[in-house]
């Protein structure tokens, strides 16, 4: 069975730091761009990064560019979102979702569960 | 970066109806276009990819149409599984973005 396993999340302050984690199994990872969306309470769906099957090109929203590292290791079979300098805007589930076929058609077959993200003082 | 609007924000019907659903983007592209179902308390679901092909399991009374700017998500004869939120998502440009969505309800 194709399954996305979200860990990492928590309560953290403004500024803070966690490192999302999104263990893979069922298919073949390494095959697959990853994708992190994000949902605030009561509110859409966000797309935050994504990471193409090699890890080599990475993508990101503006609203996270340059404070959210998205990165793989097909190793291990894991997806990882290292998310610094945290605001209270980022509160939110955070899915792994895997693009639904290789190459460049981005949209996503198989979501995780997700993992809540907090941040509060 | 490609905006996408759904409307209405909200879409009262009633079992058995037909609901038309709208998404229009901020400028022309493909068919680059999916649609994802999302249930209180669960993860999305895939429904539609390519703007009009229905993904695996996905029953035939959901059909999605059209091409940049405006695509539509049709659920004929609705059933009482189908009453929850429905998402838009383009794939053509980097972001990828998501339509705020649109809640259909009894």
């Known amino acids: 069975e194709v399954q996305l396993a979200e860990s990492g999340g928590g309560l953290v302050q403004p500024g803070g730091s966690l490192r999302l984690s999104c263990a893979a199994s069922g298919f073949t990872f390494s095959s697959y761009g990853m994708n992190w969306v994000r949902q605030a309470p009561r509110k859409g769906l966000e797309w935050v990064s994504g990471i193409s099957a090699d890890g080599d090109d990475t993508y990101y929203a503006d609203s996270v560019k340059g404070r959210f590292t998205i990165s793989r290791d097909n190793s291990r079979n894991t997806l990882y979102l290292q998310v610094n300098s945290l605001r209270a805007e980022d509160t939110a589930i955070y899915y792994c979702a895997k693009t639904a076929i290789g190459g460049s058609y981005w949209y996503f077959d198989i979501w995780g569960r997700g993992t809540l993200v907090t941040v509060s003082s | 970066e490609i905006t996408l609007t759904q409307s209405p924000a909200t879409l009262s019907v009633s079992p058995g109806e037909r609901a038309t659903l709208s998404c229009r983007a901020t400028?022309?592209?493909?068919?680059?276009l999916a649609w994802y179902q999302q249930k209180p308390g669960q993860v999305p679901r895939l429904l539609i990819y390519g703007a009009s092909t229905r993904a695996t399991g996905i029953p035939a009374r959901f059909s999605g149409s059209g091409s940049g700017p405006e695509f539509t998500l049709t659920i004929s004869n609705l059933q009482s599984e189908d009453f929850a939120l429905y998402y838009c998502q383009q794939y053509t440009n980097w972001p990828l973005t998501f339509g705020g969505g649109t809640k259909v309800e009894i």
């Open positions: 400028q022309g592209f493909n068919q680059n």
